[in-house]
């Protein structure tokens, strides 16, 4: 003779994991660990073989010198030491502005552009003018010492403001994320059932596809070890010579 035992849902779903659970709430996503997830640069791109076409839009983005290096070296398919010869410096110095300039265009592939009108329009009711200066510069130099200089602050200053800003993107799109939980604890308040799975996926299309998101990942990034990756330091005794020496300074 069978038994047919009847449960309290509540407690089936109690054995189970909690993305299977009934009626789950929403409430204990991690948001935060979505956007370092979800929003955090592409792997850095190592081609050996680089194809001149895929990469010919970042030449602005990088110092004259090694644009020019770059397009003779991988459209014009000359060799270094023809290179060498052309500008009247040594092999050396081509290989190593060649190198540099492969890896700023590296890191640079790792992130999406963004566009000076979406930047204002977007950011612009969210900070302060000093704050949209300081982060527009970041995008374009990535060098705090020469922002400083330039706006007529201290290092210290743009530094602090710079990492406040970052911040304050990352709550933005927080913001934006705990409404998305708000309506899916209300839906299921009505009677709706929605798993955990279901709530992270809903959660993560919103953080994906926040207008906050890519500078996010672009202020991460420069963030992320990689102060000064677009800026070139020519020392003075080196100003009038094709040989002239870049040092970047890694923080």
């Known amino acids: 003779m069978s038994h047919i035992v009847i449960s309290d849902p509540n407690d089936i779903s109690s054995r189970f994991s909690n993305s299977d659970k009934l009626g789950y709430d929403g409430e ?7 956007i370092e997830r979800d929003l955090a640069p592409k792997p850095l791109i190592k081609d050996d073989q680089l194809e001149f076409d895929a990469i010919s839009k970042y030449l602005v983005r990088i110092p004259i010198r090694e644009a020019d290096l770059i397009t003779l070296y991988y459209r014009d398919k000359m060799k270094q030491e023809q290179i060498a010869k052309l500008f009247g410096i040594t092999q050396a ?6 190198h540099k300039g492969i890896k700023r265009i590296q890191w640079l592939r790792t992130i999406p552009e963004l566009d000076k009108e979406d930047f204002e329009l977007e950011l612009g009711p ?3 003018q000093q ?4 982060l527009w510069r970041m995008n374009e130099i990535t060098c705090q010492s020469k ?3 330039e706006m007529g602050l ?14 304050r993107i990352k709550e933005l799109i927080i913001e934006e994320a705990k409404e998305k939980q708000a309506e899916i604890k209300h839906r299921i308040t009505k009677g709706e059932e929605i798993s955990k ?6 959660i993560n299309s919103v953080i994906e596809n926040s207008k906050f998101g890519k500078y ?6 420069i963030s992320d070890r990689h102060f000064n990756i677009l800026h070139e330091v020519t020392l003075p005794q080196f100003k009038d010579r094709g040989d002239a020496e870049i040092i970047d300074i890694e923080q």
Request: aromatic share 16%.
């Open 126 to 128: 969210k900070f302060t």
């Open 154 to 167: 201290t290092q210290g200053r743009v530094r602090h403001r710079f990492f406040r800003a970052l911040q």
């Open 28 to 34: 204990s996503l991690d948001v935060e660990s979505f």
């Open 216 to 221: 996010w990942t672009v202020y991460y990034a």
């Open 147 to 149: 922002i400083a200089k």
């Open 93 to 98: 110095a081509v290989s190593y502005r060649l």
């Open 197 to 202: 799975n279901e709530a992270e996926d809903e």
């Open 131 to 134: 704050d949209l200066e300081i």
